[in-house]
C-alpha cells in the first residue's frame, strides 16, 4: 500500500548538478514506504551559487537531509555544523543529516564498499589492500578501511596534479588511524606487482572499464590477477567490467559498484531515520533500472 502524503511528511532528497538521473529517489522513497516512514525523497539540481542557501533550506524546511553528489560534496563541508570522523578526514561529504536544526555531514561511499565488501565474505580487517585511483570515491573507500582496521593500503595513481594533493591527505589519514597507506605511482609496474603480490583484494576506483573503454582494464597486465586475491570494482554499468571478467577467468572472487552503491544509500537511510533500509527489496529495484 503507497503512503499518503500528510502534513506531518518530511522531505528528504538529492543536490546535485544534474540530478535528475539519480537512483536514490526510488530506492529511498521505497525505502521509507516499507519502513513506515512518513517521508519522501526527491531530486534537486542545485547550482553551485545556490548551495550554501538550499542547504539552509535543510533547516528551515526541517528537512530529514539531503545526499550530495557531483560538483558539491567538498563544497557542502563548509556549511554544515558538525562532521563525522570520515568526513573530517576526507574533507567532502556526501549526507547531511538534520538534528534539529543542527547539521551533521557524514560521507557513506566509504562505508557502502566496507559493507559489500563484507556481504560478499571477503574479509580486509587487519590485512593488506591495493586500490587503484586516488579520486573522490578512491578516498572516501581508503579513509573507512583505514578507521574499520584494514592494517595497510597501497595507493596508486598516474602522476598527475592530484597526486600531490593527494599525498598530504593519505598521510592524514594513515596518522589518525594508524594504517599504514602508501601512495605510489601507478606506471611503477614492479612496486604494483610486489603490492598485489601481499594483498587479498585489489580496488579500482577509477572510471577505467566504463564506457566507452569498456576492454580496458586498469592493470598493465591481466596476469597480475590470481585466485586468492578478491577484486573489487566501484563501477556498475556494465555490471561486469573486463577487469572483472579476467578476475572471474581465473576463480577469483569479482564484485562490482552496485552493492557500494545500494549500502551508501543504506548507511544515509539509517542516519536519518534510525532503521534499516530494506536492501534485499532494494537491490533487485536497483539491478532493473541500471539495465533500462
Not at 577487469?243 to 569479482?254: M, P, S
Amino acid at each position: 500500500m503507497e503512503n499518503e502524503i500528510t502534513g506531518k511528511t518530511r522531505l528528504a532528497g538529492l543536490y546535485a548538478l544534474p540530478a535528475r538521473h539519480s537512483f536514490s529517489p526510488m530506492m529511498h522513497t521505497t525505502s521509507f514506504q516499507e519502513t513506515g516512514v512518513d517521508a519522501v525523497y526527491l531530486s534537486f539540481d542545485v547550482p553551485p551559487e545556490k548551495l550554501g542557501s538550499s542547504i539552509q533550506a535543510i533547516r528551515d524546511l526541517e528537512m530529514l537531509g539531503v545526499n550530495l553528489s557531483m560538483p558539491h560534496k567538498m563544497a557542502a563541508v563548509q556549511y554544515v555544523d558538525e562532521l563525522s570522523q570520515a568526513a573530517r578526514l576526507i574533507g567532502a561529504i556526501n549526507t547531511i543529516v538534520n538534528q534539529d536544526g543542527k547539521l551533521i555531514g557524514h560521507t557513506t561511499d566509504g562505508v557502502g564498499c566496507m559493507e559489500s565488501l563484507k556481504q560478499n565474505q571477503i574479509d580486509v580487517i587487519g590485512k593488506k589492500i591495493t586500490i587503484i585511483g586516488a579520486g573522490g570515491a578512491a578516498t572516501a573507500i581508503i579513509t573507512q578501511a583505514a578507521i574499520d582496521g584494514v592494517a595497510a593500503i597501497d595507493v596508486f595513481n598516474i602522476k598527475d596534479e592530484f597526486y600531490q594533493k593527494v599525498e598530504p591527505k593519505l598521510a592524514e589519514i594513515a596518522k589518525e588511524t594508524d594504517c599504514k597507506i602508501e601512495l605510489h605511482d601507478l606506471a611503477e609496474e614492479q612496486q604494483l606487482t610486489d603490492s598485489l603480490a601481499d594483498s587479498c583484494l585489489l580496488i579500482n576506483a577509477t572510471s577505467i572499464g566504463m564506457a566507452p573503454n569498456t576492454d580496458r582494464i586498469p592493470l598493465p597486465d591481466s596476469k597480475l590477477l590470481r585466485k586468492d586475491l578478491a577484486v573489487f570494482d566501484v563501477i556498475y554499468h556494465p555490471g561486469e567490467t573486463q577487469l572483472l571478467h579476467e578476475a572471474k577467468k581465473i576463480g577469483a572472487k569479482a564484485v562490482n559498484g552496485l552493492g557500494m552503491l545500494l549500502y551508501q544509500g543504506a548507511a544515509a537511510f539509517e542516519l536519518w531515520t534510525g532503521k534499516k533500509m530494506p536492501t534485499e527489496l532494494i537491490q533487485p529495484l536497483l539491478e532493473k533500472e541500471i539495465k533500462k
